[in-house]
């Protein structure tokens, strides 16, 4: 079917967009109560909080997905399921604190630019990556993830007890996702990992499929300075 003059204009113009420009008013806001609205509304701090992790979420959710479509090596189909079942706990975390930020008469910002410039997770690698490297990557970002909970809860604790409820069933969910999607890469302590001449060919196949790729280091997608920078800014108070 032909293309009319307007697709056809529209086709050759240069759309340009940037990517890390905020919009120019971004982040959860108050409301205001009607009729007979009377209950709780969220402080500052509290909106802030709540959609600090909010971004977090909805930004895992991402690298969960990206790393489902592309991961390849040993263990392919096993780890392809673990990270869709990563995204649907993200996924409904993301809407219940969204919607409990709405019943606290405060707005929920998820927005694509507010979410690539405000997510405190490191990039995910582009492209093809070994299920090896996208374990590491994972977990790097959910641990991210769960610090950036620890560092806000008391805050949030202190201003609205049902919130930080919200948040310990949180950790659980995205703790027990880090344990086990890690798990599929450790080694049980002291066992050494096999020498390249007890290897079968079998197993050093497989372990050539799970190696890490060039430029990732220690299976987590970044360098260890950058896994330093994003992990030990700070010790998260303990629950």
């Given at each position: 079917m032909p293309l009319s003059r307007a697709n056809k204009r529209a086709q050759r113009k240069d759309f340009t967009v940037n990517q890390q420009q905020l919009p120019t008013s971004y982040g959860s806001a108050s409301t205001d109560r009607e009729n007979t609205e009377k209950g709780f509304v969220a402080p500052e701090r509290l909106r802030s909080s709540l959609q600090s992790v909010l971004v977090n979420l909805i930004d895992l959710q991402l690298v969960a997905k990206q790393a489902h479509w592309n991961i390849v090596g040993a263990n392919f189909r096993d780890l392809h399921r673990n990270l869709d079942e990563l995204v649907g706990v993200t996924r409904e975390a993301a809407d219940t604190?969204?919607?409990?930020?709405?019943?606290?008469?405060?707005?929920?910002?998820?927005?694509?630019?507010?979410?690539?410039?405000?997510?405190?997770?490191?990039?995910?690698?582009?492209?093809?990556?070994?299920?090896?490297d996208a374990i590491g990557a994972v977990v790097l970002a959910i641990d991210v993830t769960t610090r950036h909970v620890r560092d806000v809860h008391d805050g949030?604790?202190?201003?609205?007890?049902?919130?930080?409820?919200?948040?310990?069933?949180?950790?659980?969910?995205?703790?027990?996702?880090?344990?086990?999607?890690?798990?599929?890469?450790?080694?049980?302590?002291?066992?050494?990992?096999?020498?390249?001449?007890?290897?079968?060919?079998?197993?050093?196949?497989?372990?050539?499929?799970?190696?890490?790729?060039?430029?990732?280091?220690?299976?987590?997608?970044?360098?260890p300075a950058a896994q330093s920078d994003v992990l030990a800014e700070s010790e998260p108070p303990s629950l």
């Open positions: 604190l969204a919607e409990r930020l709405r019943a606290l008469h405060a707005t929920a910002d998820g927005r694509a630019a507010v979410v690539a410039t405000q997510s405190k997770l490191p990039e995910f690698p582009a492209g093809e990556i070994t299920t090896h949030v604790d202190e201003d609205d007890p049902t919130s930080a409820d919200l948040l310990h069933g949180l950790l659980a969910d995205l703790e027990q996702q880090s344990w086990m999607i890690g798990a599929e890469i450790r080694r049980p302590a002291g066992v050494p990992e096999p020498r390249s001449d007890d290897a079968t060919p079998s197993s050093a196949q497989d372990d050539a499929e799970s190696a890490p790729s060039p430029g990732i280091a220690k299976h987590t997608g970044l360098p």
